[in-house]
């Protein structure tokens, strides 16, 4: 069986999209999967697009997402495990291969253009752009689908042609498009598609500032370097019939093509690339975390089928599990809720060390932490913070928030501290109990467990008249985690003073 080789080939255009990392993903996939190659190539020879460092910026969030490719552009220096997110590392050649850039492999392209015009399968086109510009304007004015009207194929002599090249005209080069014929393909995730030729302009391959077009420069590279399957966005289908007919003009076989789904909106309008987080960059930094992104990513259009309903998968699992065939048809709704939720799924199945580790550099962003005194700040304390949280937390740039309590201190209104309708008598008793039940347990005791059965124990059946006045007094918020977990994190001290602190305001 022929070697699988894939490609992610981005264009530098700004920041990975989401969806790109989705496409880099199923490539990724699909490769290890099938013990194939996985290479990355930067497409950058719209230069009206380009984006001065998003190549970095790209790889970064490549590296960082776990998606290490076998060829292509390399980085400086070990970002393996994504820590120098911060500084983008300089991008250097290594190895036999790479780096992929398209800019850097301009002659090739105009080689293989003038090879077809030799062919007689492309043209030279010296039409000047106020020409085209008015035939545009005339077609649409008849309702017509702009397309070029082959004048340098059907009016300009070889003589002419010889001439204007002489004379350093500027020209394009067209691929001369058959009429009338169906360009059909077998997609591997859409089935059967077909085109009729007519519908398809004669595209140009390369531009008048000597760069090659999309079209031109993805089959020339596809197929040197080798590749077999395409797997790129529902948004690419529209060239594939174009890139069809390069491949049989080269007289090269065409890979096989599979396109994945669009991503919606909820309410299913196109994910624009404009509107806001859509960058991998902006949930890096809200603190999502990369298996769950990749999670996410993964069931944007795909799972495992047969009545499967697992929803959490771990990159090992998803490449035994992945297969082209599965990936839908329709459209992927890009759901944010979603998202917070296998976020939340892997934050509860953290350990505290990591918990830590990915949270500190978020506490450090907030008022609430940095105005805390000293004790509240340090490793342990953050870690019990966690402890508690993480049962409630969807991404790290959520930390403390909802329980800002652990870092300040509480006032609260007296009649906060009410449950029910007990009378202050009774919440004043309620406090006190409290007190006396959590000063007899030691330090050495003060877990989480100990708390809850001693105060269980005191409350009897009466749970709201005790936790409730006692919770409200350590936290001064209606809701909050069980008074349990805040004392422990709290410690024995600073339990006692917040409940002598409500005890003040009888
Ligand atoms: N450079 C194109 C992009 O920006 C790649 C399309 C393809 O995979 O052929 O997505």
Redesign the pocket.
Known sequence: MEKIRVRF???PTGYLHIG?LRTALYNYLFAKKNGGTFFLRI?DTDRKRYVEGSVEKLIQSLVWAGLKYDEGVYLKGSVADGKELKNYPAIVEVGDHGPYVQSERLDLYKKYAEELVAKKMAYYCFCEPERLEKLREQQTKDKQAPMYDKYCLLSVSEAEINKNLKTNCPYTIRLKVPSDEVIGFDDLIRGKVSINSNTIDDQVLIKSDGFPT?HLA?VVDDHLMETTH?I??EE?LPSTPKHILLYRAFGWQAPQFAHIPLLLNPDKSKLSKRQGDVAVEDYINKGYLKEAIINFVALLGWNPGEGSTQEIFSMDELVEKFELAKVHKAGAVFDLKKLDWINGQYIKKMAADGLYENALPFFEKKDFFTQASVDKKNEEYLKKVLTVEKERLAKFSDVGEENRFFFQNTVCEKEMLRWKKITDEEVQKSLETSQKVLAEIAEKDWTKENLEAKLLEAAGDKRGDLLWPLRVALTGAQKSPSPFEVAWVLGKNETSRRISQALKLF
């Open positions: 080939a981005p264009s790109g497409e999309y993805s395409v790129r966005g690419w």
